[in-house]
């Protein structure tokens, strides 16, 4: 099936990214403002393979956006899915940026109070974060890209996106995982921010305290597994 046309009749589609697996679109969904994700075959896969693990993506994604809806935790609106292309097309967050721009440049413009400034979006993330585990979803990709904050940043209404590598499941060690896989993610992009993670980690835990214990043990684990890994080389 076609991409879906604007009010005009035109399908005016603009380039935005393209991913390890998939290539990201603005458009137009009946006059609104769209995205749509279009996972693409990976030439070096069995085509057999290839077509179901890419269908298994998309519907992974899909599920956990629904779930996360769900729950209450802010995702784009889904519109529409169309298999025969892997793609799906989504609300647009207008007015956003990535938690990512967003610290980088709190970090340029006054690295001495970056902690202070950043330090309620921390907690938010956290929050959020807590929830989402709690509904039994693992993000499976949580960086600072994949984050959306949505009009003021004081108004600190994030958004969650890219659920492709997401799945379901309510075991402490994937929640731990989920979380470490964050923390590299956040001290990888973002220099000086163990302090930041710090913060998330304490609103995690506040917003859930029995499940999220469970957790922080075996991202402590997870952690010690990594260093060890590292020593040897
Ligand atoms: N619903 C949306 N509204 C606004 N911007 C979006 C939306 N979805 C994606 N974006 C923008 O496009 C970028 C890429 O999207 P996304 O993270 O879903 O794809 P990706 O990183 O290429 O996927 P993958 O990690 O699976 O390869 C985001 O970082 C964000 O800037
Ligand atoms: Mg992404």
């Not at 290539?23 to 279009?38: D, L, Q, T």
């Not at 393979?49 to 298994?56: F, G, H, I, M, P």
């Not at 990709?141 to 997401?166: A, W, Y």
């Amino acid at each position: 099936m076609a991409a879906p046309m604007d009010v005009s009749g035109e399908n005016v589609r603009k380039f935005i990214k393209q991913g390890a697996e998939a290539k990201v679109y603005a458009e137009n969904f009946y006059g609104r403002p769209c995205i749509s994700k279009e996972r693409f075959s990976k030439g070096y896969r069995h085509p057999t393979l290839d077509k179901s693990l890419t269908l298994q993506r998309l519907k992974a994604e899909i599920r956990a956006m629904s779930k996360c809806r769900n729950l209450g935790i802010p995702v784009p609106t889904l519109y529409f899915v169309d298999t025969s292309t892997s793609t799906f097309y989504m609300e647009e967050i207008v007015n956003s940026q990535t938690v990512r721009d967003y610290i980088v440049s709190i970090q340029t413009s006054d690295p001495d109070g970056a902690m202070q400034k950043l330090s309620p979006l921390a907690e938010k993330i956290g929050k959020i974060l807590s929830k989402m585990h709690c509904g039994k979803v693992i993000h499976g990709d949580l960086t600072t890209s994949n984050m959306l904050l949505r009009g003021d940043p004081s108004d600190l209404d994030i958004v969650l996106i890219d659920f492709g590598l997401s799945f379901s499941e309510g075991l402490a060690e994937d929640k731990g995982v989920d979380l470490y896989v964050f923390e590299r993610a956040l001290l990888s992009t973002h220099p000086n921010t163990e302090e930041l993670f710090k913060v998330v980690i304490e609103a995690y835990k506040k917003e859930n305290v029995k499940e999220s214990a469970d957790a922080i043990s075996k991202l402590d684990e997870v952690r010690m597994r990594g260093r060890k890994r590292t020593m040897v080389g």
